[in-house]
């Protein structure tokens, strides 16, 4: 367990170049590429946690009323906080922050029946059990949001560049706002439209990194507030 880490950035503040304005470093900047790739990641973790956790309820929770539900259930919270390990070491290699997580399971009993109390009465595991539930769907809107400005404000800015493609292979004079499957409908074509397009795609570019950085103070606020070590567990 990472019980040394602290909540501190593990990112030294970096000197910053006054001729290029902040706003204007963010999309090309390590942070915020970081983060970007914190919040794909964070998708498939995330089903993997959840999938866990929806288990772990089912199984152990429905046998419990036998006495394999108790051993099923802790083992179960066992692992989920194998897998708040994992989230922490991601959350400290790509946001920078250092979590500490929970103090080992200290049994008060010899045997595996005071194992599975120990882990059973840990406000920790349920803790780590609740962000796996959690963090799914915040996963999936942070993914959405992040994924489709990020890629619409890089395509929208570069359109000068490729909308020769329409003309070339598509047999259409640009990007179609709106229109038919024959053909029939409005285009992005004029220099005018085509400049604007490239516009509102760099507005994009300007505006994602913050989004991006926001989505992930989420994710670092859950990871602190049930991933890290508590004075209350036992």
Do not use: K
Not at 6 to 15: E, F, G, I, L, V
Not at 25 to 52: I, N
Not at 158 to 176: M, N, V
């Amino acid at each position: 367990m990472d019980t040394t880490d602290s909540t501190h950035s593990t990112y030294a503040p970096q000197p910053r170049d006054s001729r290029v304005p902040v706003g204007l470093r963010a999309p090309f900047s390590g942070r915020t590429w970081r983060e970007f790739l914190f919040l794909l990641l964070g998708l498939p973790l995330s089903v993997v946690m959840f999938g866990y956790a929806v288990a772990v309820i089912s199984l152990g929770a429905g046998l419990l009323v036998t006495f394999l539900g108790f051993p099923l259930l802790a083992g179960g919270l066992a692992g989920c906080r194998a897998l708040g390990g994992v989230e922490r070491g991601l959350a400290r290699t790509l946001l920078g922050v250092r979590i500490a997580g929970p103090a080992p399971v200290r049994a008060t009993r010899p045997g595996a029946t005071g194992w599975m109390a120990a882990v059973l009465r840990s406000g920790a595991s349920w803790r780590h059990l609740l962000h796996s539930l959690l963090r799914f769907p915040w996963a999936v809107f942070a993914f959405v949001v992040s994924v489709t400005l990020w890629t619409t404000g890089w395509a929208m800015l570069a359109y000068p560049l490729w909308r020769w493609t329409f003309t070339d292979y598509l047999s259409r004079p640009g990007l179609q706002v709106w229109g038919d499957d024959h053909g029939n409908g409005r285009y992005l074509d004029t220099p005018w439209e085509v400049g604007a397009t490239s516009a509102v795609g760099l507005v994009l570019v300007l505006v994602t990194p913050w989004v991006i950085h926001g989505l992930t103070q989420v994710d670092r606020m859950m990871a602190r507030g049930l991933l890290s070590a508590s004075r209350h567990d036992g």
